[in-house]
């Protein structure tokens, strides 16, 4: 596997928070790596970073480097619009557009010039495909993407990242708002796309990381603590607070 | 700082059934040895009528086991404990069955004489009781060294049974009426021989347990 993410001593600060401690990590392309720990460890704020997220909150000041493809993401010369085409991103809360279910797909791709019909209609397909949801709503695209189910919507979300053609998919807890039957469909659904994209994913429940990812990253206190092939984390970890971590002994 | 209450309670209550039935185990023993060596029927028959309680413990283990896996989602040392437990429980009921059986070759002595004063058989029960006090004394402490120590015995109680098998072999050469006998007392032998290896298998649960790795004592 070649490793596409390198984080190398990745300091981050809030302000005077120091949120980020020193991360070195390498993540490797097409499989899933699940970033676990208690609230506050910085694991959402990592998975915000490598699309550049944190830029637009105000105070954040960066050390080290991340190179996505062998490519400085922090370089003045990276345009972020491009950088966020080619690394997507899907949040807690489905986030459609007030828009029909076929524009909230097509909405990526017109933005970035796609005008033929024919096109779009192709690229909606496809995208709603990957993302496990055209079977159930090929027959009423122009409905408003309000009116599906939550974890449609988030299925429609992760269409409408798929629909640039992205490299890595970011999931911050994309499954915690919803029912088990729709948050399975997703892991089955993050399974597939792993064939073709890189995943990294946020997330409270750590049997889905067991469940899903192929690697596991645990934090604490804005510290790497463990980062291991998910089943050795999971069934004998190196460090006593990764044990306790997941045994639930604190969290 | 803990929050797993019901979690913790449940993985004490295996400790605790292991523990006693480790000693349920060691008495059982004991019992059917003392009464082989002087064909005590009465005796025999309380170890093969206490067998079931050691078989519903075995059950209960189980039984907590699986409702913790089902409810509390176990991972690591937490999961390793549950299915040791298991394993544990297995080789303690096998052990049992083993006293029941040495029990079942003192029924069927009743009335006779022995064809010879029991000497090495008594040694190696007393041995593998030692190593079936050692095995639950190195799962209770979680100690790796006592359980890698207790599996080293288990090479006297294999030659101690290399020697009464050759032994019980030439009675049966010298004189054709102490076949009966003495196949039964060599299968003694072997029951305790087994319940070494049993012991031996309780201390690589313990190593697993620890460790995470499964080593090979029985060897």
Not at chain 2, 8 to 30: K, S, W, Y
Not at chain 2, 81 to 109: C, H, N
């Amino acid at each position: 596997m070649e490793a596409l993410i390198n984080i190398n001593k990745l300091n981050l600060f809030y302000g005077t928070f120091h949120a980020l401690k020193n991360v070195s990590l390498t993540i490797p392309e097409k499989a899933i790596t699940a970033f676990i720990g208690p609230s506050g460890c910085g694991k959402s704020t990592l998975l915000r970073t490598l699309n550049r997220m944190n830029d637009m909150i105000p105070g954040t000041r960066i050390e080290g480097g991340i190179a996505i493809g062998g490519t400085e993401i922090y370089s003045n010369e990276v345009d972020v619009e491009t950088l966020r085409k080619k690394v997507g991103m899907v949040f807690q809360q489905p986030n459609p557009f007030p828009k029909s279910i076929y524009d909230n797909v097509a909405y990526g791709p017109r933005l970035h010039g796609v005008t033929s019909k024919k096109a779009l209609d192709e690229i909606v397909e496809t995208s709603l495909k990957s993302a496990a949801l055209w079977d159930e709503v090929k027959d009423h695209l122009k409905r408003s993407a309000f009116g599906i189910s939550g974890g449609q919507q988030q299925r429609l979300c992760i269409a409408r990242a798929l629909a640039v053609n992205p490299d890595i998919l970011l999931m911050d807890e994309a499954t915690s708002a919803l029912d088990p039957i729709s948050t399975l469909k997703i892991e089955e659904l993050a399974q597939e796309l792993k064939d073709k994209y890189t995943i990294v994913m946020v997330t409270h429940n750590m049997h889905q990381a067991a469940r899903v990812s192929n690697q596991t990253v645990f934090f604490l206190n804005g510290e790497v603590i463990e980062y291991s092939d998910t089943e050795k984390l999971f069934s004998n970890p190196t460090d006593q607070r990764t044990e306790d971590y997941i045994s639930g002994r604190f969290g | 700082m803990t929050k797993r209450k019901e979690f913790d309670q449940g993985l004490e209550q295996l400790h605790n059934l292991l523990v006693e039935m480790g000693g349920f185990v060691e008495e059982a023993l004991v019992e059917a040895m003392e009464a082989l060596k002087v064909i005590d029927i009465d005796r025999a028959k309380i170890v093969i009528k206490k067998d079931p309680l050691l078989n519903q413990m075995e059950e209960k283990i189980t039984e907590i086991g699986s409702r913790l896996i089902a409810t509390q989602q176990p991972v690591a040392k937490d999961l390793r404990r549950i299915l040791s437990a298991f394993k544990i429980a297995s080789d303690l009921e096998r052990m049992g069955d083993l006293a029941v059986d040495v029990a079942k070759v003192v029924l069927r002595l009743e009335g006779q004489e022995l064809i010879k004063p029991l000497i090495d058989l008594p040694r190696m029960a007393e041995i593998v009781q030692m190593m079936t006090y050692e095995s639950i004394q190195s799962f209770v402490q979680e100690n790796v060294d006592l359980a890698y120590k207790m599996a080293k015995d288990d090479d006297q109680v294999d030659a101690l049974y290399g020697q009464i098998t050759r032994e019980l072999f030439s009675l049966m050469m010298e004189n054709p009426r102490n076949i009966a006998q003495a196949s039964l007392l060599s299968f003694v032998g072997r029951y305790m021989e087994r319940f070494g290896d049993h012991a031996t298998n309780i201390g690589e649960s313990v190593v697993y347990l620890v460790t995470g790795n499964r080593p090979d004592l029985n060897q």
